[in-house]
């Protein structure tokens, strides 16, 4: 029978099972707990989607794994994180495959995977077609932005691994086909690091200067071979498509097989369905552009040989129909016939006119004949000259006349003279000449100008003394007509 047990029993049970128990340190626990997780789980396939993904400086990968109810944290080295062949960013599911284990340091339990891959193509396909969208939101799939393909470049680049099948493909269709100077940009494709090294030589072939030491490519070819979608997802990343659409140099997308299709088909100027297609579509076949050439040139020399013999032909027809030069040129050579006689004889009397000409006006030009012109002309100067002077005199006279008859005139209508006969100028305040007392009133000022001073006054009050008016004995140019200059009393 059971014994039974009360109140008081537990604390001492506590208590002797306490003292019974060993003593641990914590980092004896704590590792006593890591070695029971990792030998009871070990190896495990983790489903679950990521979250809160970090890549440390150092290269390790730290996120955690959930689903609905439960989350876990995880860990990728940096020597596993280099192998995956995609990028792993929050919100997608994968299965990852490690061993469990514990982190003493904050005392969690943990998954250190060793493999990890998208949870099947659906979640990757989700993914690409999600950014797929994004990228020709922005416009980096449009048409126009596509580039024409040089005929034949001079300089080609090329982004692929250099260890590969691919560049043995391209170099060996190529030389087949047209050799051109081609530059490799070596490249991972495939793995961490490999979407940003290709970016990173697509940026580079197109920072080359043109003329440098290092030729510029006039065309560029970013080549992988086949693989799984996993295998090629660093040509689906952000950074290539984004490195792709601005390149300036026409670039030629061949990655993986006719049936693979990555984002970077999209965003290229022209996608090769593999690697060799793209040499193919890079530059013409030599043979085939000599045998163009020749065959043209073949063309050419027919046709002209044929047209000029057309012409000929067309020439002779419209010569039978034209008047032979002879007949054209006889009435021409009668006439020149005609004028070559004639022509002496008009020369020889054109001379002799020319002669007479010449001996009449000889006999004009004889020594006597020239004195007695210029005597003639010289008493015809000195008559001339008399007259000047008598003409000239005669003139300065008249004008003398002129001037003094305006002085007199001038002095006699001056209205000082007419002051020196007793009358004077009255003005007002302001200096203005009046010719009436109209507008005066009684204690104006007012200016008197006379004969020989100027005198103020004042205008005084009541009605002006009655003057008789008497008829002046003679009438006078200056009194009568001087109200320009005031009135005179």
Known sequence: MKKSRNMSDYPYNAEQKASNAPEYSVTELSMALKRTVEDTYGYVRL????????????????????????????????????????????????????????????????????????????????????????????????????????????????????????????????????PRHVLVWPVIVQGQGAAEQVAEAIRGFNALEKGGAIPRPDLLIVARGGGSLEDLWAF???????????????????????????????????????????????????????????????????????????????????????????????LSRQRFDDVAERLPRALKLLGERRQMQLDSVSRMLRPDLLRRDIVRTQEKTQELGLRLDRAEGQNLRQMRERFEATSRLFDSLNYKRVLDRGFAVIRDAGGKALSSGAGLKSGDGIGIEFKDAEVAAVVAGGPAPTRKKTAPKTKNKAASGDSRQGSLL
Do not use: C
């Open 236 to 330: 689906n990343e952000e950074v290539v498509i984004r490195a792709v659409a601005d390149s300036e140099i026409p670039l030629i997308s061949a990655v993986g097989h006719e049936t693979d299709t990555t984002l970077i088909d999209y965003a290229s100027d022209l996608r090769a369905p593999t690697p060799t297609a793209a040499a193919e579509h890079a530059v013409p076949v030599r043979d085939d552009l000599l045998y163009t050439v020749q065959d043209l040139d073949t063309r050419l020399n027919r046709s002209v040989r044929r047209m000029v013999s057309d012409k000929a032909q067309k020439l002779d027809g419209l010569g039978r129909g034209l008047p032979k030069p002879s007949d054209m040129l006889a």
């Open 47 to 178: 489903r679950g989607e990521i979250s809160g993904f970090k890549r440390a400086a150092s290269g390790h990968i730290y996120m955690a794994l959930k689903d609905d109810k439960a989350v876990m944290d995880a860990v990728m080295w940096k020597g596993v994180a280099g192998k995956l062949g995609f990028r792993p960013e929050d919100g997608l599911e994968v299965i990852a495959t490690g061993k469990l284990t514990t982190y003493p340091g904050r005392s969690k339990y943990q998954i250190v995977i060793e493999r990890m891959e998208p949870a099947g193509a659906g979640a990757l396909m989700a993914l690409l077609e999600e950014r797929k969208k994004q990228l020709a939101a922005e416009g980096l799939f449009d048409q126009s932005r596509k580039k024409m393909i040089p005929y034949l470049p001079q300089v080609i680049g090329v982004v692929t691994s250099p260890t590969g099948a691919v560049i043995r493909d391209i170099l060996h269709r190529l030389s087949d086909r047209f």
